[in-house]
């Protein structure tokens, strides 16, 4: 039966089901929440199988994917994580009133497959909620598809990405928007030094170089300032990282909290 098919006869179902709730409740009481339960439940299991929910969490998916992968506008392909090993970082953000804010961020490399393909664990981390993907990724960093779960219907769904249209950066097929900075590769990185310092952070002492790059927006006529501590020997090689913005008492900063190995699927992904 095509997907047209079963989504029609299961809006009747969900109907039917809505109909006689109505009709056991008295068309209105609903002292037990029972009413309101399973229409959630109905109208979750619709945007489901509509394909509503998938939309939804790869719009989401972008905004993680650029908050995780480019930690602190430093590209996650400066140096590779090892397979199964990833981090978890802090992060701390400040307004002008001085009012700060923290996440964390984690992303992992699960898995490499023979293609070139890698499936990436991301996740971000905020008052009390967690969003959670395991990605697929082509080795151009295209998502082919993100698995998730979803707590409405209570298990693992996925959501598949259309081949990548390069012709179009607004296209959902596009990739994630990539910070300036991630167009150099590792040997450019070496112009930005500035300087040696060994720090102490949570996850323990690094030996780093200070790494600092600039853009002026031409728009505000101001200036971004990027600073990077980069160990080489470290898996990720950066440590810790700090952005500002001239003229402005705002700030973003972010530090390596922890670095493991041992990560597995948790969505059965592969």
């Known amino acids: 039966m095509k997907k047209k098919g079963v989504v029609a006869i299961f809006l009747v179902m969900v109907v039917l089901l809505l109909s006689s709730c109505f009709s056991f409740f008295g068309g209105g009481s609903d002292p037990f929440g029972f009413q309101k339960s399973v229409s959630d439940r109905a109208s979750a299991e619709v945007a489901s199988a509509t394909g509503l929910t998938g939309m939804t969490r790869k719009m989401m998916f972008s905004v993680v994917y650029t908050q995780v992968f480019f930690i602190g506008g430093f590209g996650a392909n400066f140096y590779e994580l090892e397979e199964t090993q990833g ?32 499936w990436w664990y991301l996740a971000w981390r905020a008052e009390g909620e967690a969003i959670e993907f395991e990605a697929l990724m082509s080795k151009d960093q295209y998502a082919k598809k993100i698995r998730y779960y979803n707590a409405d219907v209570k298990r693992v769904e996925e959501a598949v990405f259309d081949e990548p249209d390069t012709s179009n950066k607004d296209s959902e097929t596009a990739p994630p928007p990539e910070p300036a900075v991630n167009e150099m590769d590792v040997k450019e990185l070496s112009r930005l030094v500035k300087g040696k310092e060994t720090i102490k952070i949570g996850s323990g002492t690094y030996n780093t170089e200070r790494l600092e790059w600039s853009i002026v927006n031409e728009e505000d006529k101001a200036t971004y300032t990027y600073t990077w501590w980069v160990d080489t020997k470290t898996a990720g090689g950066l440590v810790k990282y700090l952005w500002t913005r001239s003229g402005s008492k705002e700030s973003l900063s972010g530090e390596l909290f922890s670095l493991k190995k041992g990560y597995k699927t948790k969505f059965n992904s592969f």
Not at 93 to 108: F, L, P, Q, Y
């Open 87 to 118: 981090s978890i970082w802090r992060i701390e953000s400040r307004d002008e009133d001085g009012n700060i804010n923290a996440v964390e961020a984690e992303r992992a490399l699960l898995k490499r497959l023979p293609n070139g393909d890698q």
